[in-house]
């Protein structure tokens, strides 16, 4: 935010009752890799850190009519309005590559940033939604169905650092907790199905 400062309204108060300007003063800047101006490139040498792969399930109102499937294919789902998210989003990069393996044209009905959004687009019984079957994990949605997709598709969750930088001990907990959420959802999922 320091760096940003000449293009930001540092006399805007924050909800700590502060300005902007003094809450980025003296900030020390962690983790530079996040935040890039061009004339600083990212390392050229990434490292991944795999944490988990969701499959896309397809997400609609518990009373749909495709909720009595036990799978949908895209010829199902190109019968009803779809929810999509925005281009260049992943997520909706895959729902794009699930529809054109078929042959089908989608114009979405509705298109939103955030999943969330797009989930309670679903509630409201005002379409489809393609979403990582890990969004259905809690009971946050209790008027959802969700069914998985023929054919089928992934998305891996994960994170990236430059090479050489060492995790921190609270990055690495974070990523091993994810894992065993990831982990117990899959548990779950296999005990469900059938």
Excluded at 65 to 87: E, G, S
């Amino acid at each position: 935010m320091n760096r940003l400062g000449d293009k930001l309204d540092l006399s805007a108060l924050t909800v700590a009752g502060i300005t902007m300007g003094e809450a980025v003063k003296d900030a020390e800047i962690y983790n530079d890799d996040v935040i890039k101006f061009l004339h600083t490139p990212v390392s050229s040498q990434l490292i991944e850190h795999p944490i988990c792969n969701f499959v896309f399930d397809a997400v609609f109102h518990k009373t749909h009519p495709l909720a009595a499937q036990k799978v949908v294919t895209a010829v199902d789902l190109a019968q009803f309005p779809i929810i999509a998210l925005y281009q260049g989003q992943i997520g909706r990069t895959r729902q794009d590559e699930f529809f054109k393996s078929q042959n089908i044209d989608i114009i979405p009905q509705f298109e939103t940033s955030p999943s969330i959004v797009a989930l309670s687009l679903c509630q409201q019984n005002f379409g489809i939604a393609l979403m990582p079957s890990v969004y259905m994990m809690s009971n946050q949605y209790p008027n959802l169905a969700s069914r998985p997709i023929d054919p089928m598709r992934n998305i891996n969750f994960g994170a990236v650092t430059a090479e050489g930088q060492k995790l921190f001990d609270l990055q690495q907990e974070f990523f091993i907790e994810l894992k065993n959420i990831a982990d117990d959802w899959h548990s779950f999922k296999k005990t469900n199905q059938g």
